[in-house]
């Protein structure tokens, strides 16, 4: 039973430029969240997609944006990146949008330079 | 304030000792309590979950949830080096990512 995948899993950017994370949820899951972990800090919610909307969201600018398809994997992008957003990008998956027992993956940590 | 405190450690302890981390939280409508541990390069894992005051045993982990002091807390019993890695707690009021608040993380090194 395959858990949550992401990739990729390392990524180094400059200022300015543009990322994309992926990400796929576990099997029979629907719902993906993805999560900012700061070094030394626990995660903070960025938003949660649910039947392709984006059902919730964190206080982020409106720079970190993302998408879900129809076999439930997600996106999240992250326009004109910032020395503060290098951190570890988590993506968590529950079977329907008002779980909070959450399965979350190994991240995929952006450093930007 | 932030909804829920967590002293961030670092905590060293020998193989084989009682460990027992805490968390604080704020607000009295928070009724699931939930610990994820987390290895290095690695996402978090639910660990333990309860719900309103209490204990909750599984195997060498006990948490235990006071309401009235607004304080959990994880307790692990003749720790082992595969113990080693860092301990989120978290608190929601209802279902829903959004609603949950993650403290800061406890990271443990168990020393063999």
């Known amino acids: 039973d395959a858990g949550v995948t992401q990739s990729p899993t390392h990524l180094i950017k400059t200022r300015g430029q543009q990322v994309t994370l992926r990400c796929s949820p576990k099997?029979?899951?629907?719902?993906v969240s993805w999560y900012q972990q700061a070094l030394g800090q626990g995660p903070q919610f960025i938003f949660q997609y649910y039947e392709e909307e984006e059902r919730q969201r964190g206080n982020f600018p409106d720079r970190f944006s993302g998408h879900q398809f129809p076999n439930y994997s997600s996106e999240l992008n992250v326009n004109a990146l910032l020395l503060g957003d290098s951190a570890l990008y988590l993506c968590?998956?529950?079977?329907?949008?008002?779980?909070?027992?959450?399965?979350f993956g190994a991240g995929s940590r952006l450093t930007v330079l | 304030q932030k909804e829920v405190e967590q002293d961030p450690g670092p905590l060293s302890v020998p193989e084989g000792a009682i460990v027992s981390l805490n968390c604080t939280y704020s607000n009295s409508a928070f009724q699931y309590f939930m610990w994820y541990r987390q290895y290095s390069r690695k996402g978090p894992e639910l660990l333990m979950y309860?719900?309103?005051?209490g204990n909750k045993e599984d195997g060498r982990f006990t948490a235990q949830v006071d309401k009235s002091s607004k304080y959990i807390s994880l307790f692990i019993r003749d720790s082992q080096p595969s113990d080693s890695a860092t301990y989120l707690c978290v608190v929601t009021r209802s279902g829903g990512a959004n609603n949950l608040f993650f403290g800061t993380g406890t990271r443990l090194t168990v020393i063999p």
């Open positions: 968590a998956s529950t079977l329907g949008s008002g779980a909070n027992v959450l399965t």
């Open positions: 309860t719900y309103s005051s």
């Open positions: 099997s029979g899951h629907d719902t």
